[in-house]
């Protein structure tokens, strides 16, 4: 399974998200630290949830992070993160 089927599958379980967007950016950081010869390596993710609800984004970032962890831990790198509650996201 690859890194950015993993990442939409732990958050759609975990946060029901309204709205998952995640974009690879591998390619925009080739030769850079981190970057991984597949792909996979950098992503952009949008997600907006309800269970963000009353969080500040330092939570919901922390959120995400712990959720995939063992992404972090393994081939992916970088995440750049916009965490949203649906009304945030209208």
Known sequence: MTPSTRIRRKLTEAL??????ISDDSARHLGHGGHH?????HFQLTVVSAAFEGQAWVARH????????????????????RTLTPAEDA
């Open 16 to 21: 029901a998200p309204t709205r998952l967007v």
């Open 62 to 81: 922390r959120m995400v992070y712990d959720l995939l962890s063992e992404e972090l831990a393994g081939q992916v790198h970088a995440l750049a993160l």
């Open 37 to 41: 010869a597949d792909g996979e390596s």
